[in-house]
């Protein structure tokens, strides 16, 4: 029972180039979710996936970002033309419906440093 | 749109104590309540859902009760450790949408 893991846990860029961020969900889990934390800010919700498709992305900043997800499996979260202000770390979760609790597991996140 | 608020924002106490961080929600039609920690530079850990027809749910020293008319949860954490130290998050999921909406957390210190 491996839990949600994030590549790469640590990742420099500068400004105006695109980065890919990755999730890897919990085996079994159909629902997959992204946040994001700014520093001293509270989680911000950006996309949700059931299996691969995404009923709610109302949550993704701007059109920079984007995401897909294969099947029931992995998930990229691209953000294109980096800015400052999108430094953040970002948390992708993973969940299972079929219990019905919706339970929502984290991974390690993903810490985004724009320069 | 739903609001999560978390009171207090910070909290420091010595070793020993019970203490209650509280979480409060402006739209009372949610599905489930959960309540997380996360210590500094890592992801979150989920530490007890409650279902919206609970009243509470208890895990080791962990006690967490919700009373959804009200908006109000309370996580009752008994007999204090310096490892409990953290900041403990509050989220709820809605009835209708999937995400989870956040409170800002309670930062805890716990002092030997």
């Known amino acids: 029972g491996a839990g949600v893991s994030q590549s790469p846990s640590n990742k420099v860029t500068e400004k105006g180039k695109d980065v890919e961020l990755r999730c890897d969900p919990i085996?079994?889990?159909?629902?997959l979710y992204w946040y994001r934390q700014r520093l001293g800010q509270g989680l911000e919700f950006l996309i949700y996936?059931?299996?691969?498709?995404?009923?709610?992305k109302s949550g993704l900043p701007s059109d920079r970002f984007s995401a897909e997800r294969t099947g029931e499996s992995v998930s990229t979260l691209t953000i294109q033309r980096t800015q400052q202000e999108d430094s953040a770390v970002y948390l992708c979760?993973?969940?299972?419906?079929?219990?019905?609790?919706?339970?929502?597991?984290f991974g390690p996140g993903t810490r985004l440093t724009v320069t | 749109k739903q609001e999560v608020t978390q009171i207090p924002a910070a909290l420091s106490v010595p070793e020993g104590e019970n203490l209650v961080l509280n979480c409060s929600f402006t739209?009372?039609?949610?599905?489930?309540l959960q309540w997380f920690r996360q210590d500094p530079g890592k992801g979150l850990t989920s530490l007890l859902l409650?279902?919206?027809?609970?009243r509470e749910q208890t895990s080791g020293r962990l006690n967490a009760s919700l009373d959804k008319s009200s908006g109000r949860s309370t996580l009752y954490i008994a007999a204090s450790q310096p490892g409990d130290s953290a900041t403990y998050l509050c989220?709820?999921?809605?009835?209708?949408?999937?995400?989870?909406?956040f409170g800002e957390g309670t930062q805890l210190t716990v002092n030997p």
């Open positions: 739209d009372s039609a949610i599905y489930n």
């Open positions: 085996s079994g889990h159909t629902a």
């Open positions: 979760a993973s969940s299972y419906s079929g219990t019905g609790s919706y339970e929502q597991y």
């Open positions: 409650i279902q919206s027809s609970q």
């Open positions: 996936f059931q299996g691969n498709s995404a009923p709610d």
């Open positions: 989220a709820v999921k809605e009835t209708s949408g999937s995400r989870l909406t």
